[in-house]
Structures are given as structure tokens and as C-alpha cells.
């Protein structure tokens, strides 16, 4: 039987006496496109950090594609890739010249066709040879994409992949993450605060609060459970629950 | 078409097309912008005329410098390959906090140590582009070659670059720690190392404890053999032996504790916080 992409178990994280993400257990199995919801500070951003091996857990185990994070990193960050709109890429650096350097850090062959692969599937190729920094915050979130897809990944990690955008170019930025997820079968979790964007790519959506999570199943799942319309509706009674939440007395 | 990792570059650890591709963004971001291939040129172009109407007026006025013409040219030289190189490390360092590139840096296969030697790299690119045109300005200028050190100034070169390089990842690591709050020590720092080095006077002249300070730095072995060279003619092993150990020392400390910083970023989380 094949390994889970994502197996994470017991992980902790402490910064001083702040409890970021508190003993959190989850897989994420091949194929699968996976959300972290939850509020502000419910532990989103630091679980995906953790999964790429940019923060280190206080305590517990990140296995990706069956490999332990913390001691064969450098075997697994070839396979995946993440974009972020709070982490930039160089604004002096054309796009080409940023596609050029990230495609090299992951050792691609034919890395020019690539990247005009990508320019036209991205809808990025007019503004290739312009500098990074100039360009409107939708052409930043393609070519973040486009760097996030350069080595084709088998794991993308995104974090509020579609945050600041037009809902037009937000509308348009999903579109493209379903086309990619069916052509390539590669396994995504993405950390978001928008409800339309997880009910219509995610198809398991743990739900997070105060470093936990504290529900888990797919988005029609979770609307059932807690009877309601809408994700966003479940989302606000989790997120407004007292501080002894308990999902099958907020489920009732 | 295939866009899947090399396998060959996948297997090794060390891979030469990764630091190749970190060099090739600095130099992207080095030809995109004058305003910074102009402070590369600036600072050794103005110390070198400074200096060089001060060496002038010494020469008439003063026999240590009446010696051996020159003296105070080549130490100003031989600074700025220290500060240089120092600088080098420091500036590309921060260029990435600026940029808050750090986190998709440390998400692909690049190492810690890729990004230490890329950093190196690129301070010998930088220190090369200051520092020779100010050599070859000196000679019609002043008619002063420091080309005519001959060997030794290879060895000078080396040494006072590796100091830096030291330096350099020590700065590096305090703004790991601190953030761009600490950027002003990339400009800073090397020059409360001057006095002790004795750039332009002999160890001696320095105070008895301060003397002790000097001889645990590769700089102050460094400038007196530059001053022996110059003045006796002589190649002194026992200073270039001295700063050989003590830049590997240097070195060492200086990776050891930019790696440990890196460790700490990585528990902090300060990897993707870090920005302008």
C-alpha cells in the first residue's frame, strides 16, 4: 500500500509560551486537493511552514512522500513547490530571469521550453522579459504560480492562493489549480480564508482553531454536520464557538 | 519534453548547476540596477584619490612614507579588498531580505551551504569590479602600481578576502537574528576592526594590550607584511603563516555560526517573516 503524500503526527509548535499548533495529526493521501481553514492565528500558515521544512516543529513527525522531513528534507523538496503572496520574488529580476534562476535551483533539463510552456498556459508571456516588481498583484499571482509549477510538483503547498485578487482573476487562478490537479494528479493543500475557493477545489477540509483540528471531512460533510447552507456558515459557528469547542455539540 | 529534475544533479549532494543559478540571480540584479554597479565603483574610485593626494603630500613630508612610495596607496587598496569582500557577502545577504525572497529560496533543493558559497562567489565578483579599475586609476594618477608586489599581493588579496568573507557571515548571522534592523552593521562593523589592523602604521605604534588585539587578526599580519615587503623587501612567512591559520579559524567560526543562525531562523520561523 502506498505511503500518504502528507503524514503528519503529533506536531507541535511553540514560540515561547505561545501554543502556534498544538499535538495536530493529519494525512493527506495521493491525489487529493486538501484545505487548512480556519481564522486568523488558528495555526494555518505555521502547519504548512512546518510541511516545507521552513520552521521546525517543537515536537512530533512530518513524513512526506514517506521521507522524515526534519532528516531527508533535500530528498523531497524536488517533488513539490509552494506559492504565498507574503513571500516575494525578486521585484529588479525580470520574470524570465526569476523562472531562469528557480528553474536552475531545481536542476531542470530544457528549462526554456518550460518556461515558455508555462508563459502560455499562465497567460504570462507578454510580460516575461519585464521586471517582477512592476507588474499588477494578478500578473504577481501567476508568475508566483509559475514559479510554484516550474518543476512540475507532485505536492504543491499554497498559501491563500488567491488572496488580494480580482474575483475575475481569483475565478480565473482556480480554474487553473483544477486543470492542473486533474493533467498531473499531484496532491495540493492550500490554507485559506475563502469558503468559495475551498468548497469548489477542496474535496477534505480540516478545519483549525487555536492550533487544532477540530473537524475534518469534505465540504458537502461539514455542511451537513453542522446544518447549515454554507462552508462559510460552518466556518463562523467554529470560529465564534466558546473556548471549550466541541464539534459534535457545535454539529447539533 | 522533459522538465523533471536532472537525476544526476537530484542524486549528489553538492550541486555546481545550483550554485551557478544563485550566481546568475546576483548578477541578474547586479546589471538591472546602476544605482548598485555604481557603488561598486564609487567607494574605491574616491578612497583611491583621497589617499592618493594624502600619499602625495606624505612623500615629501615624511620619510616613513618617503621609504617606500606608494605605502599608503597600497594599504587603502588592500582595505578595500577587506571591506570589499566583507561588504560582498553582507550586501547579497541582504538583498534577499529585501527582497523577501528567503522563503522560496529555502522551499527548493538549494542547501545552506550552496547559498554560503554563492554569497563568497559573488563577493569575489564584486570586490574584482571595485577594486581593479581603482588599481589601474592609481597609476596614471599617481604613478603607483601595486601590481609591482608582485606574488606577495595575491597572497595580501586571498588573505584580506577571507577575513572579509568571515566577517561577512558573522554580519550575515546577526541579521538572521535581528532582521533589517541590524543592516547598518554590513557597513559598519569592519571598519571598528581598522585601528587594530594597522593599516597604515606599524603594530608598534599601538598601545600593549591593543597590540594583542592586533596579532589575533589575519588584517594586522597582513599589513605588516605588506609594509615589509615594501620597506625591506623581504616576503616575512611567519605573518603570512599567522594569518593563513587565523582566516581559517576566521572562516570556520564565521560558517559555524551563519549555520547555527540559519538552525535558529528555521525554529523562529523567521525564514518567511524576514522582508524589507
Not at chain 1, 101 to 112: E, F, N, P, S
Not at chain 1, 130 to 155: D, F, H, M, Y
Not at chain 1, 168 to 191: F, K, M, P
Not at chain 2, 95 to 111: C, I, Y
Request: charged share 15%; with cysteine.
Amino acid at each position: 500500500m502506498s505511503h500518504p503524500v502528507i503524514e503528519v503526527t503529533a506536531v507541535t509548535k511553540r514560540f515561547g509560551e505561545t501554543l502556534a499548533v498544538d499535538a495536530v495529526d493529519f494525512a493527506v493521501p495521493r491525489g487529493v486537493t486538501g484545505a487548512l481553514l480556519g481564522g486568523n492565528g488558528a495555526g494555518k500558515t505555521t502547519t504548512l511552514s512546518m510541511l516545507l521544512g521552513l520552521l521546525l516543529p517543537t515536537a512530533g513527525h512530518i513524513r512526506i512522500f514517506g521521507e522524515d522531513m526534519l532528516r531527508h528534507r533535500y530528498r523531497v523538496l524536488p517533488r513539490m513547490n509552494f506559492s504565498s503572496p507574503y513571500v516575494d520574488l525578486p521585484h529588479r529580476l525580470t520574470v524570465r530571469q526569476n523562472l531562469t534562476v528557480y528553474g536552475r535551483l531545481y536542476g531542470l533539463a530544457h528549462l526554456g521550453a518550460r518556461i515558455e510552456s508555462l508563459a502560455r498556459d499562465l497567460q504570462i508571456a507578454e510580460f516575461l522579459d519585464r521586471q517582477t516588481g512592476k507588474l499588477s498583484a494578478g500578473q504577481k499571482t501567476r508568475v508566483a504560480l509559475a514559479k510554484a509549477l516550474i518543476n512540475e510538483p507532485e505536492l504543491l503547498l499554497l498559501d491563500e492562493p488567491t488572496a488580494s485578487l480580482d474575483p475575475d482573476t481569483g475565478d480565473w487562478v482556480r480554474g487553473y489549480l483544477e486543470t492542473y490537479q486533474r493533467r498531473s494528479g499531484a496532491t495540493i493543500l492550500l490554507a485559506s480564508h475563502n469558503m468559495n475557493e475551498v468548497e469548489r477545489l477542496c474535496s477534505d477540509v480540516m478545519m483549525m482553531r487555536k492550533g487544532r483540528i477540530v473537524d475534518r471531512g469534505s465540504p458537502r460533510q461539514l455542511i451537513e454536520r453542522y446544518g447549515r447552507d454554507t462552508l462559510e456558515q460552518v466556518f463562523l459557528d467554529i470560529a465564534r464557538a466558546g473556548e471549550r469547542f466541541d464539534p459534535r455539540e457545535a454539529a447539533q | 519534453m522533459s522538465a523533471a529534475p536532472d537525476a544526476l544533479a537530484s542524486r549528489a549532494g553538492f550541486s555546481p548547476g545550483r550554485l551557478g543559478a544563485m550566481v546568475l540571480r546576483y548578477l541578474y540584479l547586479l546589471r538591472s540596477s546602476w544605482p548598485r554597479a555604481l557603488e561598486l565603483l564609487y567607494w574605491p574610485a574616491i578612497q583611491v584619490v583621497l589617499w592618493g593626494f594624502t600619499s602625495q603630500f606624505l612623500m615629501t613630508n615624511s620619510s616613513y612614507v618617503a621609504r617606500a612610495g606608494g605605502v599608503l596607496l597600497a594599504a587603502v587598496m588592500l582595505w578595500d579588498v577587506m571591506f570589499r569582500g566583507q561588504l560582498g557577502v553582507s550586501i547579497s545577504f541582504l538583498e534577499e531580505l529585501w527582497s523577501r525572497n528567503l522563503g522560496h529560496l529555502f522551499v527548493s533543493p538549494l542547501r545552506p551551504y550552496e547559498w554560503v558559497l554563492s554569497l563568497l562567489t559573488m563577493s569575489l565578483v564584486r570586490v574584482m569590479i571595485g577594486m581593479v579599475p581603482a588599481a589601474l586609476l592609481a597609476i596614471p594618477l599617481y604613478h603607483y602600481s601595486i601590481f609591482t608586489l608582485g606574488l606577495p599581493l595575491l597572497a595580501f588579496f586571498v588573505l584580506l578576502l577571507v577575513m572579509g568573507w568571515g566577517l561577512g557571515l558573522v554580519i550575515g548571522a546577526l541579521l538572521l537574528r535581528h532582521g533589517l534592523g541590524a543592516e547598518s552593521l554590513a557597513w559598519l562593523a569592519v571598519f571598528l576592526l581598522a585601528p587594530a589592523s594597522a593599516v597604515y602604521y606599524p603594530v608598534s605604534v599601538l598601545p600593549l594590550w591593543l597590540q594583542y588585539v592586533a596579532w589575533t587578526l589575519p588584517s594586522a599580519h597582513v599589513f605588516e607584511g605588506m609594509r615589509a615587503v615594501m620597506f625591506e623587501s623581504r616576503f616575512p612567512l611567519d605573518h603570512f603563516l599567522a594569518a593563513v591559520a587565523l582566516d581559517g579559524l576566521y572562516l570556520v567560526v564565521g560558517t559555524g555560526i551563519f549555520l547555527i543562525a540559519f538552525r535558529q531562523a528555521r525554529e523562529r520561523g523567521a525564514l518567511l517573516q524576514m522582508g524589507e
